[in-house]
């Protein structure tokens, strides 16, 4: 089965598995509190992780991919209790604060991305 976007398939997407760390040899310290899931990742992302690795930045693609998800994870959990902080005060930020914190974040007005 190629990998999809949504409910499309796509070519430029590459489903990546992590052979090194698969549930037949995980990780140390990886207990039953693990699983294992398959993603499907542009082509270059893969290719990128894959050469960091290769390099020693990562352990593994399975390693890089956990960091990436726990970093994104504290991120939301961060912004959801700074958006019931914002609830409670009765007010949000305004535009011009917003403005000035995706100027310093590095960020645009989409969710997750990082400014080009």
Do not use: C
Request: net charge negative; proline share 7%; charged share 30%.
């Amino acid at each position: 089965m190629s990998p999809t976007v949504g409910d499309r398939p796509s070519a430029n997407l590459k489903t990546v598995t992590d052979r090194a760390n698969s549930s037949l040899n995980p990780p140390p310290g990886a207990g039953a509190d693990s699983s294992r899931s398959t993603v499907a990742l542009p082509a270059e992302q893969s290719e990128q992780i894959r050469r960091l690795v290769a390099i020693g930045r990562a352990a593994s693609v399975s390693d890089y991919v956990i960091e990436a998800v726990a970093e994104r994870l504290e991120r939301d959990r961060s912004l959801s209790e700074l958006q019931d902080l914002f609830e409670r005060k009765g007010h949000a930020p305004s535009a011009e604060h917003l403005a000035w914190a995706r100027e310093v974040l590095g960020v645009n007005d989409e969710p997750g991305e990082a400014a080009r």
